[in-house]
Structure formats: C-alpha cells, structure tokens
C-alpha cells in the first residue's frame, strides 16, 4: 500500500510543530491549507503509530461532510473500503481509527468525557465555546509509550471562541493554571496555499473586495477585526486617549455591572460628560476615565474602593447608573447591592449621602444600538465617546464582543460583556447629540495648557482646551 502525501511548507511548519507542542494552532487567513493538512496529519499519525485512535471534530454535519469526509476520501482513495458508515470511523489495516464527529452545542461535548484519544483536531475552532477545548482535552490520553497525545486547531478570526483563541495564541496572555509551553502558534496566509493560487488565481481578489472587516479577517488574518464583531468600528487610534482626569466643572458620573463568582465580573467606571463645539455645532463627548474591575469582592469593598479612589482624585460623581440586578431587593429580603454601596458611602463620607443609584436601563438591544452612536466619529475625528488608557479591562474586552447568533440585535452574552455592561449602563443615560456628517480638515498640534500630576500618575487637564488642539 502506499500513500502519497503532498505538504507545502506552512503545513508542513505546523504539522512538524505539532509533534513538538501538545497544542498547536494553525490559523488565521482563509484558503491557508487548514483543513488539508488536519486530514494529512491524521493519516501520517495514524499509519506511523498502529492502534491509536484520532477524532476530526467540526460544528456541524454537513461541514463536517463537505470538509472533511468527502475530502478524505477523495485524497486518499483508499479509505472509502475503510470507512464504516454508522461509526463514521475509518479503521485502517494497523488497527488505528479516524473518527469524525460534529459538536453542534456546546454541552455535546460532555459525551467525550471517558473516552480516549491519541489525537484530537478541531477545525475552525473559534466557532466553539472555549469550553469544548477544555473538555476535549482531557480526552487526550494514551498506554503507547511510543506516541505522545496532541491537540490540532484549525481557525479563522471570529466566531464564540474568538476571544479566548486570540488571548491563548496570538496575545500568549496567559492564566495560572496555563502553561505557556503548551501552545503554538502557526500563521497561515492565502499566499501560502501555493495549489489553491494556481488554481484558482482569482480567488485573493474576492477576498479583497470584501467588506473592510472580512477582508482584513479572511485575506490577512487579522485578529483585532473580524466577521460578527459586535463593535467593529472601536479603534484604538480614534477612541482611547492617554489617561487625563476632566475638569471638574463638567457632569462626573459612575456606571457599573454587578458580579462577585470566579466565573463573572464587577465593572464600574467614572464618566465625565464633556460640553465640545465645532464650527458652530455642539455635541457631548463622553470620556470613561477611571475603571474598577474585579470579582470575588462584597459590595462595600466594592464601595469603600470607588469612594476613595475618587477622593483621591478629587471628584465627587453625581449619581450612579447601574445593573438592573443591583437595584433588587435579594430573595431572603435583605438590602439590594444598590443600597449596601450607599449606606456605605454615607458611613464614610461622615453620614451625608455621598451619591445616589438611579433608576436602571434594562433593554439591551437599546444599549447596542447606542453604543454604536457614541463610537461614531465626532467632527474632530475621535468618537463621541472616549476611553482613556486607565480603563485596560474593557480596552482589551470590547472588540471581542460577537452578535447574538439568535438575537442578530444583540451581544452574545456568553462573552466577556461585563466591561461593555459597565461602561454602557451610563452612556444610555447621556444626551447624544450627533453633529451631521461634513467635510472637516483634522489637524493636530501640541497641548500647551496647563498639566498636573494626579492620582495614580494620571495627568490632569481641561478636556475642551485638550480637544481645541485637534482643530
């Protein structure tokens, strides 16, 4: 018997990268060769080592036919004799097996647990929660001493699991219980798939003419922008600005989301609304310049927090803008958070009320559609609304927000939303007034009003001389 197995250089890097790191990650463009080469490392692993069995997993059935199955037969012929239908196994000669399996829920995945496999290969991996990874790798296990278990994904940006891919693959931010040695990276690019160019030479000009957004995911692999991205038009250039501490003339605010477990997050931040004009035009720029975030604390740590590192700054904010599930009297009738974080500010602001919940704002899709007014551009070329430097939490968790795949109006809650929960819960409560889009000539020049060092090493400034200079 023999097989001919044809691998270009970058399938090849990642293939061999793959007998090194228990978790390798080929990803990144379309048309990179993905897919071929899981099906080509699952045929060299499975003749090299006799008796061990690899799984094939994609989200659902028909992408699991139309990808891989079909394939496989038409690459290695001689499978299709080896192929039992009903498992949807091929056992080959040497008594190993390739399995194909397609993980439409997340809770599917919960059937693998006590079984065994040499090899586990997830194609397009950021379509699933993270959880199925974690769950799927403890399935990996072997009595060969000669074969060492390991994990193979394949992806593309966006998706569930686009987050946590990026966080573990491409930023390499790493938790405690992760071991950074685990897991590899290999970049793929349409440029690489040197077949799939002579083939079909047109096809990187489809991708070019995409969106701007697909086009960056899918022609250059670009995981800061992706297909789904809730809040595709945040950018680093236009909405965060170096940490600054408005004038305290202006309206100063809180807004914040509830959590305490592990598995969820307190966020709150300090606004300042601040008063611009352009040419004639006025409008409110909202600037979110301080954050707290964080789990595990009660609601008077939480508050006992908030009230110092305001003082510390010297702002007294007028109210606060909070989670619905703040407000709610709890079932065993005692004090809403609401109220705790209140009495608490008043017990150290010498018994005067220190400020005051408002009423809460609870429909999401609402929320959405304004948040997208407020990262529209300003005439001065930023957004109506800014986030400062000071705020890293919801810097980092904003752009990987997805849509809701049932509710298209909505984010995907199984996300890390709690920054952009925190964050928003004020924003809906502030006049936007949208200047009318025109032809404006953007200039920048020094600030040379006047700065102070503040808390934190923050500098403190006049937000409407600051913003002057950018005319």
């Known amino acids: 018997m023999e097989i001919r197995i044809t691998l270009q250089p970058k399938q090849r890097e990642s293939i061999k990268a793959s007998e090194i790191y228990p978790i390798e990650f080929f990803g990144g463009a379309k048309g990179g060769g993905k897919s071929y080469a899981i099906r080509a490392r699952q045929v060299l692993r499975r003749l090299k080592y006799a008796n061990t069995r690899g799984l094939i997993v994609r989200k659902t059935y028909p992408e699991l036919l139309a990808n891989h199955i079909y ?17 949807k196994k091929i056992h080959y000669p040497n008594g190993s097996t390739t399995e194909f399996s397609y993980l439409q829920n997340t809770d599917d995945v919960y ?34 001493p000669f074969i060492k278990p390991r994990m193979y994904l394949t992806g593309n940006p966006g998706g569930k699991g686009h987050a946590e891919i990026k966080r573990i693959f491409i930023d390499r931010d790493f938790k405690p ?56 038009e945040f950018s680093k250039l236009t909405h965060v600005i170096k940490p600054l501490i408005p004038d305290k003339d202006n309206d100063h605010y809180l807004s914040m989301d509830w959590g305490y477990s592990s598995k969820s997050l307190f966020a709150a931040y300090l606004h300042a609304v601040v008063p611009m004009k352009h040419e004639g035009a006025n409008y409110h720029r909202d600037i979110a310049y301080k954050e707290w975030a964080g789990n595990q604390k009660t609601p008077d740590m939480w508050a006992e927090e908030i009230f110092y590192g305001c003082k510390k700054i010297g702002i007294h904010p007028s109210r606060v803008e909070p989670d619905s599930a703040m407000l709610n009297t709890n079932t065993d009738g005692s004090k809403s958070i609401a109220r ?58 904003l752009p990987t927000l997805i849509y809701d795949e049932h509710k298209i109006d909505d984010v995907d809650t199984t996300g890390d939303d709690h920054g952009w929960d925190g964050w928003s819960y004020g924003l809906v409560k502030v006049k936007f007034t949208a200047v009318k889009a025109g032809s404006y000539t953007i200039k920048t020049s020094e600030y040379k009003g006047k700065l102070s060092l503040a808390g934190d090493g923050q500098l403190a400034i006049d937000p409407k001389a600051f913003f002057k200079t950018l005319h």
């Open 71 to 87: 394939p496989f037969f038409k690459e290695y012929p001689m499978t299709v004799q080896w192929y039992n239908r009903s498992e």
């Open 340 to 397: 705790v974080m209140e009495e608490k500010w008043k017990e150290l602001n010498g018994g005067v009320n220190w400020c005051r919940f408002n009423p809460a704002t609870k429909n999401r899709v609402a929320r959405v559609a304004l948040t997208h007014n407020w990262l529209s551009l300003a005439p001065d070329g930023l957004g109506y609304a800014l986030v400062t430097e000071s705020c890293p939490y919801l810097i980092k968790s």
């Open 111 to 144: 059937t693998y647990q006590g079984r065994e496999y040499e090899d586990i290969d997830v194609d397009e991996v950021t379509q699933h929660d993270y959880e199925v990874i974690k769950i799927l790798r403890s399935s990996l296990r072997t009595t060969n």
């Open 177 to 232: 219980d992760e071991n950074p040695e685990d897991y590899h990276f290999t970049q793929a690019f349409v440029t690489d798939n040197r077949a799939l160019m002579e083939n079909d030479p047109e096809y990187i000009e489809r991708l070019k003419d995409l969106p701007e957004h697909l086009r960056k995911a899918y022609l250059e692999g670009d995981w800061n922008i992706f297909t789904g991205q809730a809040f595709s």
